[in-house]
């Protein structure tokens, strides 16, 4: 089975750069959001294994996601995707269950180590 | 008459590309000030000279304001302005590590943050974009001065700027300042060339 990615940001943009930052031999399925509570509606459908998830956008933020992530105890695991690169932010998203906090401009290499310490490989 | 010179795909690169730097310049002016900075979601538009001082006194309120102004050159030339209305600086040199709150210490406070958000938001653009950078030293040019007499439409040589705005706010205390970047109109043409040129490289 293909591992079904979503790419939650308000930046159409960015989420062309994450989608491009992904190895191309990957077995993946990728859903894109383009605000917080369309990637809400996206894993409460409960099938997204992995999310990358942007923290700054119009109402429900990336922290919100978080929040109602696990308020909810939905599945998947979150990997947040912010230029907000404060050691308070990330201190905040890791406390909120995401697994990892990577720094925008997404690098290919950095995604590729994040999973592998999870055990997924591709 | 239209202003805007971006085409949708240019503004919303842009916007991308101003995220990431003014989360660089967050993290920095978090580090100094060690405390968290909220970063607002960039707005980028194009305004006629003639509307500046309006489009101004929107974003920042018709309160009194400092700010300094940094030129820049890369591939496209512009000014960034750092915008600070006077009663978010109260406390502040003391954050700084300053003694007094006199003139000076505000003043260099003023440069300092300015500087250190200019350089991180329009040197990580020019970054991303593949372009070296280069910065006049910023120069405080208003002290006290009451938002809509900040820019005046004769020392704005372009017809339409680009604005690019975005602001910090210290959550621990009411300071906030605004960051905007115009840019003539040529030069907001090489940079939506430039943007194109990284769209087309994703």
């Known amino acids: 089975m293909p591992l079904s990615i979503l790419v939650a940001d308000d930046s159409s943009i960015a989420r062309k750069m994450l989608i491009k930052a992904l190895p191309a031999h990957w077995d993946i399925t990728v859903a894109q959001a383009a605000d917080g509570n369309q990637a809400l509606a996206a894993c409460r459908q409960g099938n997204v294994d992995v999310m990358f998830l942007d923290l700054t956008m119009p109402d429900l933020d990336g922290y919100g996601v978080l929040q109602a992530h696990r308020d909810e105890d939905l599945n998947g695991l979150v990997i947040v995707v912010s230029a907000d690169i404060q050691e308070q932010a990330q201190v905040r998203v890791r406390e909120l269950g995401a697994i990892a906090f990577i720094q925008k401009p997404v690098d290919a290499g950095k995604i590729e180590r994040v999973l592998k310490e999870y055990g997924i490989q591709l | ?50 509307n500046l001082s309006q489009e101004i006194v929107r974003l920042v309120g018709d309160a009194d304001v400092s700010a300094i102004r940094q030129a820049f050159t890369t591939e496209f030339r512009g000014e960034a302005i750092v915008i600070y209305p006077e009663q978010s600086m109260a406390g502040l040199h003391e954050v700084m590590g300053y003694d007094a709150d006199t003139k000076e210490n505000k003043g260099e406070i003023l440069l300092d943050i300015g500087n250190i958000l200019v350089g991180a938001c329009v040197g990580g653009i020019a970054n991303l974009l593949g ?60 940079l939506g060339q430039a943007l194109d040129r990284f769209v087309d490289g994703i």
């Open chain 2, 131 to 190: 372009m070296l950078s280069a910065f006049s030293a910023p120069t405080l040019i208003a002290d006290q001065t009451p938002a809509y007499r900040l820019l005046k439409p004769e020392h704005i040589q372009a017809r339409v700027a680009l604005l690019v705005e975005v602001y910090f706010v210290l959550e621990e205390r009411d300071f906030r300042c605004h960051l905007i970047i115009l840019m003539p109109e040529t030069d907001i043409l090489a």
């Open chain 2, 1 to 50: 008459m239209s202003t805007d010179l971006l085409t949708e795909d240019q503004r919303e690169a842009l916007q991308e590309l101003v995220n990431i730097g003014m989360g660089q310049a967050g993290a920095s002016i978090a580090q100094v000030l060690d405390e968290f900075v909220k970063l607002s979601i960039p707005r980028i538009s194009s305004v006629a000279a003639a």
